[in-house]
Structures are given as C-alpha cells and as structure tokens.
C-alpha cells in the first residue's frame, strides 16, 4: 500500500495526474486516509479530472473522519461557502474547529473571524483574539493584522498601542496589504519611546519564529 502511494505520489509531482488517480483511488476505497485526502484535493481543482466539488467533498469527509487536518479545514471551507453542498454554519464551525485545535493556522484565523463576527456561534471578542494569535504565531499576516487591530481598539484583549504597532509591524513584514497604511495612522498618536519598543519586540518577535511575542 505504502508503494503504490508512493507511485502516485511521484506521479502527481511529475504531472501525471491521470497514473497518480490510478494509484490513489484503489488505497482511498481501502481506506487510506491520505490517498482520500489527495483525491479530494484532486476533484476539487480539476487535476487530471473534470472537476467534481461534490466528489471532492466526499473524499475530505473520508479522510477528515481519520483525522486529516488538511481534509477537515478543506471540509470546513467548503460547508462554510457552499462549495458542492448547500452552506452550513454548525458544520463549517465544527470542521474548523478540529483543524485549529490540531494547529491548523488558516482554520485557526477563520475560526477567529467566526468568532469577531458571531458566524455559526455567540459572537465573542476574547475567543477571536486568542485564536487570532495562535495564527498569527505561525506567521499568518491576515491574522497578525486583525490581532493588532484587536489590540489597537481594545476588543477581547486589554487595549495596548505598542502590542498594536507591534503586531502591524509584524504583518506588514510579511506582506499585509493594509498594515502599513494602519501602522501609519496609528503611529501619529505614539510616542517616538513606544514606537521604537514596538519596533524593537516586532523584530524579537519574528527573529524567535513567534516563539517571544510578548
């Protein structure tokens, strides 16, 4: 089994998308959770088939059930914006959920916004801030900027301008479209002491991969 996964893997890097189906589909309908994983990734995007979301959906629901990370926030995502089935909030929250508790970071910041916008569960300021940084600590700018904005006006955590500039800092570095224009306004009010803090625990921070961010 591991050797046929293996040829379909190196098929699908090759680009031979229609040898990597043949090898993967048999050890899906075994039950190999990977192999489910890769199909849905397959259907989904139209790699070597026409694509199939409700097809798609199938397999991540195979391979979420068994623990895949990938296939539950693929799950989530897809129950979230009606991708191949008819959109469900409760699903959405729970698939994500699995994943961010499993240190997935894109199902850690959607399950934020869920969160801040009271999407699928009771809004709550503080549960969207906590999981805004357990993205944001693995390098997720979106989410690096929406913490500093939680920062900045003080929502679910203590309001903390130098944690904000820290944080805009942050996401700006790694490529926050609207960081820097935030980081400019926000600065205007600050002291040239607080910005030069900011700056200075922005730069620990990202030299300790998000390991010292306080």
Known sequence: MAQDFGKGLTA???GDFASALRNWTPLAEQGNAEAQYNLG???????????????????????????????????????????????????????YRLAAEM?????????????????GVAQNDAEAARWYRLAA??????????????????????????????WFNIAAENGDGDA?????FVVKSMTPQ????????AKICIESNYRNCD
């Open 180 to 184: 820097d224009s935030k980081l400019e």
């Open 41 to 95: 990734f397959m259907y989904r995007n139209g790699k070597g088939i026409p694509r199939d979301d409700a097809e798609a959906l199938r397999w991540f629901h195979l391979a979420a059930e068994q623990g895949v990370v990938d296939a539950q926030y693929n799950l989530g995502f897809m129950y979230d914006i009606g991708e191949g089935v008819a959109p469900d909030e409760a699903e959405a929250l729970r698939w």
């Open 194 to 201: 607080d910005i030069a803090e900011a700056r200075r625990r």
């Open 137 to 166: 600590e693995q390098g997720t700018a979106v989410a690096q900027f929406n913490l500093a904005v939680a920062y900045y006006n003080g929502d679910g955590v203590g309001q903390d301008l130098v944690a904000a500039i820290m």
């Open 103 to 119: 240190g997935h970071a894109a199902a850690q910041y959607n399950l934020g916004l869920k969160y801040q916008n009271g999407k």
């Open 12 to 14: 699908y890097r090759r």
